[in-house]
């Protein structure tokens, strides 16, 4: 990931993927030619989302959520996530591998 790339999209959650090492998050966005894009968001492990609050049922389909990170080098639509933010302010970190992520 490139920490010269910061990356903000919000949308729709369209699958979440508990996993270790790397949990993912994938959202559809409305992209610049108004077209529905599809975004893979990698997080830390489901363990260490769980300790920072992290709740499966958090994520469901359809959630919406604000998502900061770091774009892949490669420019496709992936990205490591640093953070999400619901639409009623809630924010949670997703422990990036990132070391300029914020980490609380």
């Not at 992209?31 to 920072?52: D, F, I, V």
Request: hydrophobic share 35%.
């Amino acid at each position: 990931y490139d920490d010269k790339k910061p990356l903000k999209l919000k949308g729709k959650v369209v699958e979440m993927r508990w996993a270790n090492p790397h949990a993912w998050i994938y959202i559809e966005v409305v992209g610049k030619s108004g077209k529905p894009e599809k975004w893979a968001w990698e997080t830390g492990g489901a363990n260490a989302l769980y300790r920072r609050g992290w709740r499966k049922e958090d994520l469901a389909a359809g959630t919406v959520l604000d998502v900061d990170g770091f774009q892949a080098r490669n420019g496709s639509k992936t990205a490591n996530a640093t953070s999400i933010t619901f639409e009623d302010g809630k924010r949670l970190f997703a422990g990036s591998s990132n070391q300029n992520a914020p980490q609380k």
